[in-house]
Each structure stands twice: as structure tokens, then as C-alpha cells.
């Protein structure tokens, strides 16, 4: 698979227009125009989206007291604080994200030759749509004991028979990176994927902590290493007094630090592996169309140190821009603590089982932080506290009903990097809960043009939304080889006479940018063009009937089968975009 940062260029053509008339670089004949009357340079450029921040997104999900999301409020029904202080919200949309079973249909199937092969249903009478629904399940294989993960791949698999439509697509992935199937609708490599993930040496070697001696968690470990806190120190300590039967404490007390390095090392390192496998799929969930949902299965892990709370806020900002939605399914179901530990555990001394176990506690409750962390920032549901694994799993994956998207631009901003709170309130109706993200970080950086224009490119080809603010219509064909592979053009036609343009000296300027990409029939990219057209008109030509307009043609090389092409195009001037895609099935 090909990265979306590999597109390379497209042609261009200038469709309509006479050999004699200097609108192209080159003529419709091939012959080069001289380069002090050319008024359109074609530019290839890679593409390199990079997010800005300084209009901050909110998504925002308001329930009632039975727990339905609510889609009919308003702008004036949201108050919106950045650090205590009141935000005006420039930016409101609403999205219903519950869109059937996730086929769209596509309007344009070609043939060989460019023939339209027309009709809305295969030969094998399945729908001609194309998959817009996207659910990775991420087991935290890290962290989870044996039993949850019996029980949570059982009730996975009983969603994926039940829920899973055939124009849908799900993957498997694990925070140990052992066990990975990509995006399929093959229900029987879904199932070979889930069992095959096992616990591995990170639950081994976290059982061999806690019955060392002295026994310790990540926790305590990182309560006695990184907070210096004595009384869990004191506690560790009268457990190595009686497991090594000491009776220096200062010896005990060392036993307890070396114990607790060792535990915040192992646990550290874990918490590492789960956020960089959630980075990783976030960042492959952001180039699939459509609607994407991430559930994570995990009893929780702890995100103890500034550098990874920093990472969890980040992950939390990527997905908020990639539309990924995150639930959360806390592995342990209706979970009790055990005073003294549960029969795994070694209890040492019966003199320090309360204090250990108010430590157990806060040490369940900062677990389950982070997938309430992440569930709310981007408007998905932390599912906890309760046996049911397959009304978890169904209400994790599915994607809330409405989705509000506040966005505003700080008052006063520091371009400084630091962490701002956020908070949201409803204020029309009772009973109405919005759950939101809690803080972003302050950016280092102006957002610029270009930036924009990336991040608003980006955004319109990874969905499925049709745009037509501008002139541009998309066509496609295809021409088979001996080989058995095929050519595939996709031609964007632009109407030049109904753009904007900027007047500057003798010019009208305006800068049109293309991009042209390949999905696969699971919602794969595959490959990509890219072309900005720099239009400097003079007068004369502006006054010319351009009938026929311009075209920008780019060609693919793919084999047999069915792909997606999609069309984007935004203009410099009026900063307006059109969006189209087009279904093509190669036999």
C-alpha cells in the first residue's frame, strides 16, 4: 500500500482551445507556447497536509437522561470556555453519523473503452455501493488478563456476526503489535485474527512483580519513583521486611526503590506500546473514507508522567481532526476490588493490606482515565462497570447518532504550546449532558494559507461528501492491456469562466488545485495525483468564449477489480472546493 504522502503529479490538458490561443503552457498540438505569453503554469508539488490548530475543534455530544443522543439544538444553546473564560463559537455544524449500513452509491460505473456499463447492482446481486463504514477493534493484549480476553474476543466476534454489514469493513489490531488483520469484510479472517491474540511476556512479567518481593505495581512503582510519596515507600517496605525477612529498615526501604524502578520502567514501557499502536491507527484510520470508529478493549492503563499525558492530549487532538471516533469497552466488566488482591496476588503482611488496597482503588480509577479521556474528546462511548460485553461492544461501535462541532478561535492566544482547559455547557433544556474533550494545547505556530488549504483539501478527499462550489465535474473510463491490467483515466473538467479571479497589474490570478486518488473496494488508498494550476489571465482571454473550459487528466495503472476515484478541487481565490467520486469496477 502506497502513502498518501507519495502522490505524484497528474497531466494536464487544455481541452477546447485553439493552437493559436496562449491560455496553456503548451498547445492543444503539443507544441511548446512561448513562455512570456503562457497565462497557466502547471505545478507539481507533493503533498504534505499539516494540521493547524488555531480554529479549534470541539466535538460535542449532548444526551439526555436515558442516554440518547440529541441532534436538534442550536449555536445560542452551547456556552464554550477556554480556560475559564467565555469563547465565542464561530464555527457550528451538526452531523448525523448513523448513515444505515454504510453502502453509499456511487452513480458512475464504466466499462472498457470508456463504454458506460450503467445499472445500480452487480451480476452477483449485490449492491453497487462501496464500503463507508470503518470499525477497528484494538485489543489492549498489553495490559488485559487471559479471562478478559476470552470473554472480550468471544463478544467481538458475536458483534462482528451480528453487526456487520456487507458493504462494511472491519480490522483487528493488538497494543502488543503481535496480532494485526487490516480492513476486510471477510467475517472468517476476522475471526482467525481475533483468536489468534493471547496474552503475551507484559502479563507474565507484571504477575512477576506483584509477587516479588516486595510485591509492586505500576502504580506504587510510580508513586514511590516519580512522586517520592513515603507512605507508599513505608508500605513496600514493611512487605520486604517480611518477605526477606529483614530487620534493617533502611535495607527494606532500598529493596522497595529498586522494586519501584523496575515496576514504573515495565509499566511505563507498556503505556508507550499501547499509545504508539493507538497513534498508528488513528494515523491509518485517517485515510479511509467515510465513517471510522475505533474501540478499544483494555482493563485501562495508567498515563502517569507529563510527557504521556502530552501524548494522550495529541492523540486526542489527531483523532478530533481525522473524524475518528473512540469508544472504549473497559475489559473488566462489572470489576470489584478484592482487599489483600485477588488469588494471583501474594499477601505478604496482613498490616498493609488497607493501605494497598486504597491504593488498588486509585490505581483502578487513574486505568480508566484514559478510555474516558479519549472516548469523551471525541464523542464516543466508554462502556464500563458491567458484564453485558455485547451491549458494550455494540453501543462502542456504533458512532453516536449526532455530533456537534464547535469551533472557535482562542481570544488572545499564546502561541506557546500550553495546555488550555476546555469546558462546555448546554443551556437550553434538563437532563441534557454534553460530553466534550477536556483541553488542547496552544499552538507553536500561526496557522497560514497554505496550511488551511491543506487541512481543508485533506478533510474533503477522506469522506464521501459531494461539494459543488465550483465548476468541476469528474469522468471517468478505463482500457484494458494484454496483460490483463488496465489503464484508468479520471479526467476533472473546470468551467475557467466561472471562477473568481484576483486583479494584480495586468493579470487575473487565481491558484486551482486538484487531487485526484484511488480507493480500493475495502476503503484502502492506493495511489494519488496532485496538480495546482496557477492561472495568470490577461484581459483578453477572460473575454473569450472558453466553452469547452480545461481539463486536468491523471492515469492509473491498477488490476482487476473494484476501486473508488475521488475528486477534489479548491480554488485560491474564493477558497471554494468541489468534491465528487466515482465507482469503477474493472472485469
Known amino acids: 500500500m502506497k502513502s498518501f504522502r507519495s502522490f505524484v503529479a497528474a497531466s494536464i490538458l487544455c481541452?477546447?482551445?485553439?493552437?493559436?490561443?496562449?491560455?496553456?503552457?503548451?498547445?492543444?498540438?503539443?507544441?511548446?507556447?512561448?513562455?512570456?505569453?503562457?497565462?497557466?503554469?502547471?505545478?507539481?508539488?507533493?503533498?504534505?497536509?499539516?494540521?493547524?490548530?488555531?480554529?479549534?475543534?470541539?466535538?460535542?455530544?449532548?444526551?439526555?437522561?436515558?442516554?440518547?443522543?440529541?441532534?436538534?439544538?442550536?449555536?445560542?444553546?452551547?456556552?464554550?470556555?477556554?480556560?475559564?473564560?467565555?469563547?465565542?463559537i464561530s464555527k457550528f455544524t451538526v452531523q448525523k453519523l448513523t448513515p444505515g449500513n454504510g453502502a453509499v452509491t456511487l452513480p458512475v460505473v464504466t466499462s472498457p473503452n470508456g463504454a458506460p456499463a450503467g445499472g445500480g447492482v452487480r451480476a452477483d446481486g449485490e449492491p453497487d455501493g462501496i464500503p463507508d463504514r470503518f470499525v477497528a477493534y484494538l485489543f489492549d493484549d498489553l495490559h488485559m488478563s487471559l479471562s478478559d480476553l476470552v470473554y472480550t474476543r468471544d463478544a467481538a466476534r458475536r458483534e462482528i456476526d451480528s453487526s456487520l454489514h456487507a458493504l462494511d469493513r472491519a480490522a483487528i489490531y493488538t497494543t502488543s503489535g503481535r496480532q494485526t488483520m487490516e480492513f476486510t469484510g471477510d467475517r472468517e479472517k476476522l475471526h482467525a485474527a481475533l483468536a489468534a491474540i493471547a496474552t503475551g511476556p507484559a502479563q507474565a512479567q507484571k504477575a512477576l512483580a506483584q509477587n516479588s518481593c516486595p510485591p509492586m505495581t505500576y502504580y506504587m512503582g510510580d508513586r514511590i519513583n516519580n512522586l517520592n510519596d513515603t507512605e507508599a515507600l513505608n508500605v513496600a517496605a514493611a512487605d520486604a521486611m517480611v518477605c526477606a525477612n529483614l530487620h534493617n529498615l533502611a535495607m527494606a526501604q532500598q529493596m522497595a526503590r529498586q522494586a519501584a524502578r523496575e515496576a514504573a520502567s515495565l509499566g511505563d514501557r507498556d503505556t508507550v506500546s499501547a499509545l504508539d499502536t493507538l497513534r498508528t491507527v488513528i494515523n491509518r484510520m485517517a485515510t479511509m473514507p467515510g465513517q471510522r470508529s475505533i474501540v478499544l478493549v483494555s482493563p485501562g492503563f495508567l498515563v502517569v508522567t507529563t510527557d504521556r499525558q502530552d501524548e494522550e492530549t495529541r492523540l486526542i487532538e489527531r483523532a478530533v481532526k481525522a473524524n475518528v471516533v473512540i469508544g472504549a469497552l473497559d475489559a473488566r466488566g462489572l470489576y470489584t476490588m478484592i482487599p489483600g488482591g485477588d488469588a494471583s496476588q501474594r499477601t505478604l503482611n496482613t498490616a498493609t493490606i488497607n493501605a494497598k488496597s486504597r491504593y488498588a482503588t486509585a490505581e483502578a480509577n487513574a486505568q480508566a482515565d484514559v478510555m474516558a479521556n479519549l472516548s469523551s474528546g471525541t464523542g464516543g462511548t466508554f462502556y464500563r462497570n458491567s458484564n453485558d460485553l455485547d451491549e458494550g461492544f455494540a453501543r462502542t461501535a456504533a458512532a453516536p447518532?449526532?455530533?456537534?462541532?464547535?469551533?472557535?478561535?482562542?481570544?488572545?492566544?499564546?502561541?506557546?504550546?500550553?495546555?488550555?482547559?476546555?469546558?462546555?455547557?448546554?443551556?437550553?433544556?434538563?437532563?441534557?449532558?454534553?460530553?466534550?474533550?477536556?483541553?488542547?494545547?496552544?499552538?507553536?505556530?500561526?496557522?497560514?494559507?497554505?496550511?488551511?488549504?491543506?487541512?481543508?483539501?485533506?478533510?474533503?478527499?477522506?469522506?464521501?461528501?459531494?461539494?459543488?462550489?465550483?465548476?468541476?465535474?469528474?469522468?471517468?473510463?478505463?482500457?484494458?492491456?494484454?496483460?490483463?491490467?488496465?489503464?484508468?483515466?479520471?479526467?476533472?473538467?473546470?468551467?475557467?469562466?466561472?471562477?473568481?479571479?484576483?486583479?494584480?497589474?495586468?493579470?487575473?490570478?487565481?491558484?486551482?488545485?486538484?487531487?485526484t486518488g484511488l480507493f480500493d473496494n475495502d476503503g484502502n488508498y492506493v495511489s494519488g495525483q496532485q496538480k495546482t494550476m496557477e492561472f495568470r489571465l490577461l484581459d483578453s482571454t477572460l473575454e473569450k468564449p472558453l466553452t469547452d473550459g480545461m481539463a486536468v487528466r491523471s492515469t492509473f495503472t491498477v488490476h482487476p477489480g473494484r476501486y473508488v476515484v475521488r475528486m477534489v478541487v479548491r480554488d485560491s481565490e474564493g477558497q471554494l472546493m468541489a468534491a465528487e467520486s466515482a465507482l469503477v469496477e474493472i472485469r
Do not use: W
Not at 27 to 35: D, E, F
Not at 451 to 459: F, H, I, N, R, T
Not at 471 to 496: C, Q, R, W
Open 401 to 515: 447518532d449526532y455530533l456537534y462541532i464547535l469551533g472557535f478561535s482562542p481570544l488572545g492566544l499564546k502561541l506557546d504550546g500550553r495546555y488550555h482547559d476546555l469546558k462546555v455547557v448546554v443551556t437550553r433544556g434538563k437532563g441534557l449532558v454534553p460530553q466534550a474533550r477536556k483541553g488542547y494545547y496552544a499552538p507553536r505556530y500561526a496557522q497560514d494559507a497554505a496550511d488551511l488549504a491543506k487541512q481543508q483539501l485533506e478533510e474533503a478527499f477522506f469522506t464521501r461528501d459531494e461539494l459543488h462550489d465550483l465548476p468541476a465535474m469528474l469522468h471517468t473510463e478505463y482500457f484494458k492491456s494484454d496483460n490483463g491490467d488496465a489503464t484508468l483515466l479520471a479526467v476533472t473538467k473546470i468551467d475557467v469562466k466561472k471562477l473568481a479571479f484576483h486583479r494584480e497589474a495586468d493579470r487575473n490570478r487565481n491558484d486551482v488545485t486538484v487531487l
Open 15 to 88: 481541452a477546447g482551445i485553439s493552437a493559436n490561443f496562449p491560455l496553456c503552457a503548451q498547445t492543444a498540438q503539443g507544441t511548446p507556447a512561448p513562455a512570456t505569453a503562457a497565462e497557466v503554469a502547471s505545478k507539481d508539488a507533493p503533498v504534505t497536509f499539516k494540521s493547524g490548530v488555531n480554529l479549534i475543534p470541539v466535538p460535542v455530544v449532548v444526551r439526555d437522561s436515558k442516554g440518547r443522543a440529541v441532534g436538534e439544538l442550536g449555536v445560542n444553546d452551547f456556552q464554550l470556555f477556554d480556560n475559564g473564560k467565555p469563547q465565542m
